[in-house]
């Protein structure tokens, strides 16, 4: 195939993406009460103790009071919401790098993510994520199976 052809393709793809992007763009960022509705659809037990925005509103991460030793969390996609319940066997741990919160997975599939918060709230979800993780059964029991 012609090089000329698939760098053509390549850039007619990009500039429909950003037009699409600019024509639709995603207006209402999560709050509390979409973040709530969208966890309670996923997990309809799940209790609800706190919940942390991040900063650009995209993501949040869920102190939940049930399941125990568990965490949700939800991250706006286009205009899809995707929420997950994190347990702490999931989790290796939670570091601050960059300013940003990274949480690593027990998990090749997904093995970190990253949630943007401000400079005052990351120690206290650092400390919330990494509690989760040690708490609970150990990750040898986790893999014994």
Do not use: W
């Not at 979409?34 to 799940?46: F, G, I």
């Not at 919940?51 to 991250?75: M, S």
């Amino acid at each position: 195939m012609d090089p000329v052809q698939i760098l053509g393709s390549l850039a007619a793809i990009l500039l429909l993406a950003f037009i699409a992007m600019r024509m639709f763009p995603v207006k209402a960022p999560l709050d509390d009460g979409k973040v709530t509705r969208n966890l309670q659809r996923y997990e309809p037990d799940a209790k609800i103790s706190e919940i942390y925005l991040t900063e650009d509103g995209k993501a949040a991460l869920i102190q939940l009071q049930a399941p125990a030793n568990a965490l949700g969390l939800t991250v706006q996609l286009g205009d899809r919401v995707v929420c997950r319940v994190i347990t702490g066997q999931d989790i290796k741990r939670a570091d601050i790098s960059h300013g940003k919160l990274v949480i690593h997975f027990d998990d090749y599939t997904q093995p970190a993510i990253k949630l943007a918060y401000g400079i005052e709230v990351l120690p206290k979800v650092q400390d919330l994520v990494n509690t989760v993780a040690t708490s609970g059964p150990t990750k040898d029991m986790h893999h014994a199976a």
